[in-house]
């Protein structure tokens, strides 16, 4: 919808109050050229009761609305344009100075029609009382917005006009950040992104110095809101370049960039809507993809989004309003993912259930939550995750790749790796559809993997750490033992929050079989274990710490050979002395009964 000098009256007469004190902020952005204003200052808002100029300027070239140099501006809402005009006028004239007056522009601006206004600068001109003068009336602030549409979008918005398929910046930011408790600040979601933010800004201020049409810009997130978010955060974090941009949201708003030659950055929300984009010098095309997205990837650059460090993540969440202990909770089961996040705390319901969990395919899913991660290049981790589902691997290879081209799907796909992108949401998201018969082939398969002896213990003690030269390596991948201990604790810890695990006894199978893989335990499954007792400890710690002091009242003990094998023959050293259960709460009982 294009903003007219009668939306613009009608403004002015329903809203009084609002006009006077924001349209010094719209005149202020209308003005604004990084490339040639040098001073700028049109207090807005509360400012606006504050004695003094209503806007002072300087340009070094000006415009058809910009006086070149140095000019003074008066802004009235009164409906007596004439007397408030004449009134301003008046009073500066006998306030300021003849030199000052003499190097300076009067300039007079009014949200209502004023069809004298030509006169009455001809009027005031003829007296030389300044170095010139102006006038601008709703029609002229009309003209002057079709010169910025970027400016004229989000003025419209405020007016509740809307159309064209576009939006602006801030529209957008505030629709996506205010949808989480607490709202996602610019400064959180920058966060451990520095290079990024510089590689996009850098990329978009190029755009300015191209004389060709410029093949579209790829950034990449968890979800395509992201990555939208993120580039309007930046472009919005630019005093150059944000009143020069807008958000697609409809493949119609293409039609609106190519009207406004002055645009200079269209961010596509969507990814199919950028199929058939303006491309036209000076202007920089956006298009989002999620990060398993690789179909239909335009020609061009492309930037990648990382999910940021855990602990700048943490920072991030105690910067807008977290409390510490929730922050590191968050930090966790959110896979440090401002996606994850935002649908976690959302306010709207309707984003807390995401689009993949309604999928054909979702019925693989509750096998990745159980299994965490595999490698799909490892003959052993396809049988098991064969064994699991109940069906042929390339079935189940064939949903996920259908899932991880979605936004925001669940799971990454990084070469060979198969793994959950936040592993405790996607237990909340779907361990109520885990079947008994999944659970129990899971721990038939968690009781068989943890139960065979570590090959490289058949080498001597110091040619274990050559146990890959000679051969002597588990047939599965450590990361699919490291995944499924994981899932033990995840399923210990968490899964007494789903009603259907529950139902199912989950607490107990665990410590069951932690009894059963360590009680009596000898030497060489302790140290077969090694690298996965801290958290094995964590899924079951009462059990853990009665099988730990059974092992040490055995005349062996066997458990002590953590002590005097893992330190330094290759086993990994996760667990030579009890300082490996230092992160492990019930640790008393563990050091008090560990001989010294």
Same mark, same amino acid.
């Given at each position: 919808m294009r903003v007219t000098a009668s939306h613009i009256v009608n403004w002015a007469s329903t809203q009084a109050k609002e006009a006077q004190t924001d349209l010094p902020r719209w005149v202020r952005r209308l003005c604004f050229d990084p490339e040639t204003t040098r001073q700028l200052s049109f207090p807005a808002g509360?400012?606006?009761?504050?004695?003094?100029?209503?806007?002072?300027?300087?340009?070094?070239?000006?415009?058809?609305?910009?006086?070149?140099?140095?000019?003074?501006?008066?802004?009235?809402?009164?409906?007596?344009?004439?007397?408030?005009?004449?009134?301003?006028?008046?009073?500066?004239?006998?306030?300021?100075?003849?030199?000052?007056?003499?190097?300076?522009?009067?300039?007079f601006v009014t949200p209502r029609r004023w069809a004298k206004k030509l006169d009455w600068v001809a009027e005031q001109c003829s007296k030389d009382e300044w170095a010139g003068v102006r006038a601008y009336d709703a029609d002229d602030l009309e003209q002057w917005l079709e010169q910025k549409p970027a400016v004229a979008l989000q003025f419209a918005e405020e007016l509740g006009l809307?159309?064209?398929?576009?939006?602006?910046?801030?529209?957008?930011?505030?629709?996506?950040?205010?949808?989480?408790r607490p709202p996602i600040t610019p400064e959180a979601l920058f966060m451990d992104r520095t290079q990024v933010f510089d590689a996009l800004s850098q990329k978009i201020q190029t755009t300015n110095t191209s004389s060709s049409s410029i093949h579209p810009l790829v950034i990449r997130a968890d979800s395509v809101e992201e990555a939208v978010a993120f580039t309007v955060a930046m472009v919005m974090a630019s005093r150059d370049l944000q009143d020069h941009a807008m958000v697609v949201t409809e493949p119609q708003g293409w039609r609106y960039v190519e009207a406004n030659p002055q645009l200079r950055i269209a961010i596509a929300a969507r990814?199919?809507?950028?199929?058939?984009?303006?491309?036209?010098?000076?202007?920089?095309?956006?298009?989002?993809?999620?990060? #398993?997205?690789?179909?239909?990837?335009?020609?061009? %650059?492309?930037? =990648?989004? +990382? !999910?940021?460090?855990?602990?700048?993540? &943490?920072?991030?969440?105690?910067?807008?309003?977290?409390?510490?202990?929730?922050?590191?909770?968050?930090?966790?089961?959110?896979?440090?993912?401002?996606?994850?996040?935002?649908?976690?705390?959302?306010?709207?319901?309707?984003?807390?259930?995401?689009?993949?969990?309604?999928?054909?395919?979702?019925?693989?899913?509750?096998?990745?939550?159980?299994? #965490?991660?595999?490698?799909?290049?490892?003959?052993? %981790?396809?049988? =098991?995750? +064969? !064994?699991?589902?109940?069906?042929?691997? &390339?079935?189940?290879?064939?949903?996920?790749?259908?899932?991880?081209?979605?936004?925001?799907?669940?799971?990454?796909?990084?070469?060979?790796?198969w793994k959950a992108k936040s592993p405790l949401e996607l237990l909340d998201q779907c361990g109520n559809r885990i079947t008994s018969g999944q659970l129990d082939r899971f721990f038939a398969i968690a009781r068989e993997m943890l139960s065979t002896p570590d090959p490289q213990l058949e080498l001597p003690e110091d040619d274990r750490w050559m146990a890959q030269v000679h051969g002597k390596l588990h047939p599965h991948s450590g990361l699919l033992f490291e995944s499924i201990c994981d899932s033990l604790m995840k399923l210990a810890v968490r899964g007494l929050e789903q009603v259907g695990l529950k139902a199912l006894d989950i607490e107990e199978r665990v410590s069951r079989l932690i009894h059963e893989l360590l009680d009596k335990a000898d030497g060489q499954r302790w140290l077969s274990l090694a690298s996965y007792l801290p958290t094995l400890a964590e899924a079951a710690p009462d059990e853990f710490l009665r099988v730990v002091q059974s092992s040490l009242r055995m005349p062996d003990a066997p458990v002590t050979r953590l002590i005097s094998e893992s330190s330094d023959s290759g086993l990994g050293g996760a667990a030579g002395t009890p300082a490996c259960f230092g992160h492990w709460k019930p640790s008393v009982g563990l050091r008090d009964a560990w001989p010294q």
């Open positions: 509360d400012s606006t009761y504050v004695p003094g100029w209503d806007g002072a300027l300087f340009s070094e070239r000006g415009n058809a609305w910009v006086p070149s140099g140095a000019s003074r501006w008066e802004i009235g809402c009164d409906q007596n344009v004439l007397g408030k005009a004449n009134g301003d006028y008046q009073k500066r004239t006998e306030q300021i100075s003849e030199a000052e007056r003499s190097a300076c522009t009067f300039v809307s159309g064209w398929g576009v939006v602006s910046l801030s529209r957008y930011w505030d629709s996506w950040a205010r949808q989480c990814t199919d809507i950028a199929l058939n984009p303006i491309l036209r010098e000076k202007l920089r095309v956006i298009v989002p993809h999620a990060t #398993g997205d690789l179909v239909g990837k335009p020609e061009g %650059d492309e930037l =990648v989004l +990382e !999910r940021p460090n855990i602990y700048e993540f &943490e920072k991030a969440l105690i910067a807008i309003g977290m409390e510490e202990s929730d922050a590191k909770r968050y930090a966790l089961s959110t896979g440090r993912s401002w996606t994850v996040l935002r649908r976690q705390r959302a306010l709207n319901p309707a984003i807390q259930q995401p689009p993949w969990l309604l999928t054909p395919q979702s019925a693989s899913l509750p096998l990745l939550c159980l299994l #965490g991660a595999w490698y799909a290049d490892t003959t052993a %981790d396809r049988q =098991v995750v +064969e !064994r699991l589902a109940a069906r042929p691997y &390339e079935e189940i290879e064939r949903d996920l790749r259908q899932l991880a081209q979605l936004d925001d799907a669940p799971m990454l796909n990084i070469g060979a790796v």
